[in-house]
DNA sequence: TGACAACCGGAATGGTCATTCCGTTAGGCT
DNA sequence: AGCCTAACGGAATGACCATTCCGGTTGTCA
């Protein structure tokens, strides 16, 4: 048993033994190698099988043997989380930005717009998604800051008369559960994917909508 | 229960052995209380931890083997697809009904609302109807005729002006897998469906809706 | 250049199922 | 009542995986 590290680090990511010291730093350089390699590998893999696919394709498509992909990532759940990461980064980044534009219904449709171009790129995204949306509460993850920011976007498309106003935060995790759920079983065709989110769209910002409490009429049928 | 269907025994419910005779006579008495009460198993059991629960936690609910629970689906799958047929049939017949009707647009929408009821309460159906949403090539099983008689409605509600017209029936694949999975994902509460398909059902009868065509760009926004 | 970890590879381990096998039990019919 | 065989139950089998272990390899630093 060589695990002599103390620093916890950030969980998940970077765990067991030291891919990176405490403060940071690199360390071999044919490690940093392997944790790229294995990221990309896992990448490719699991975005083709799904991610029910086995540790040991990845690490072949790898190159590597199963034990270093075990020193880089402690848990297969750990691996996913990272590259899951590496999708939401930048949809964060876009969320923040839309936040601060003058045009909050164009940013949040914008913002659902790349998530579904991300997630028809990587399935396990959606289900990560998916899973996240369970219950939005505390924002300490990057999958939970985006739900977040993706809330604070609707509530200012609202505010500005954009989004009908009796859609509730619970409403856009299923909808983006569905969503994820639905490109996730036509990952091919993304196309499809355009046209379902222009469907939910609509529906969104509808002048003349069905009531979203109790009785359940549809408002233009009959 | 009430399988209203005029087929003889749907491929897969009846395999192996012989629960019922060549010509279809019943047999042994306990043998058909014993499927009975694996069928009402699996249902509770499956409803409760997905269709990835155990066999054998299926078995103990029903207070029987496994063995026998064997002798009555040869196969894991046959048996989830006898319980799926169970709640499909009825569907079935109301989407017959609906297309009688003379409100497309409404039996539309009630077909849309009862199939998230069952959605709602078991499970697998929604990995099911999604699965099978796939390709709706032939309608060869129950599951298929479902989709088919759905699209019907679909075009009858289009041609009385409730629908959109641009709306084309992969589209309605995708919004019933997702619908699907939005309450697979969110089984306990019920409240949530209904809004999630309010939304998608304001989304289909929108009189100014975003073009699904190519660009992508939102219709209310900016 | 030599030594010492850190790293590596991949066989071995442990656990979770679906499915099969076979000795035992008990309906149904004469 | 007694036989014959469909039905039972549940231990045993076989696959598939995530994860661990450990002897061998190789960057790195003095």
Redesign the pocket.
């Known amino acids: 048993?060589?695990i002599?590290v103390v620093n916890p680090t950030v969980a998940g990511s970077e765990p067991?033994?030291?891919?990176?010291a405490p403060d940071g730093s690199?360390?071999?350089?044919?490690?940093?190698?392997?944790?790229a390699k294995v990221m990309a590998a896992a990448q490719s893999v699991f975005a083709a099988h799904g991610?029910?696919?086995?540790?040991?394709?990845v690490?072949r498509q790898?190159?590597?043997?199963?034990?270093?992909?075990?020193?880089?990532f402690?848990?297969?759940?750990?691996?996913v989380e990272a590259i899951v990461a590496d999708h939401i980064g930048p949809l964060v980044e876009q969320a923040r930005l839309g936040l601060e534009s003058d045009d909050p219904g164009g940013a949040f449709f914008r913002l659902l717009q790349a998530l579904l171009d991300e997630l028809v790129s990587f399935r396990p995204l959606a289900e990560a998604i998916a899973a996240t949306a369970e219950h939005l509460a505390g924002a300490r993850s990057q999958k939970d800051e985006l739900v977040t920011l993706a809330v604070a976007l609707l509530t200012r498309a609202q505010d500005a008369g954009t989004i009908r106003p009796d859609v509730q935060p619970e409403d856009l995790e299923l909808l983006l559960s569905g969503l994820a759920h639905a490109c996730d079983r036509h990952g091919g065709n993304q196309g499809n994917g355009a046209r379902y989110l222009a469907i939910v769209w609509d529906g969104l910002r509808t002048a003349d909508p069905t009531p979203l409490g109790g009785g359940l009429l549809p408002a233009g049928g009959h």
Do not use: C, F, I, Q
């Open positions: 048993m060589t002599p067991g033994p030291a891919v990176a690199p360390t071999r350089a044919d490690a940093r190698r392997n944790r991610v029910s696919a086995p540790m040991e394709d690490a790898a190159g590597v043997g199963v034990g270093t992909v075990y020193r880089h402690s848990t297969k759940e750990a691996l």
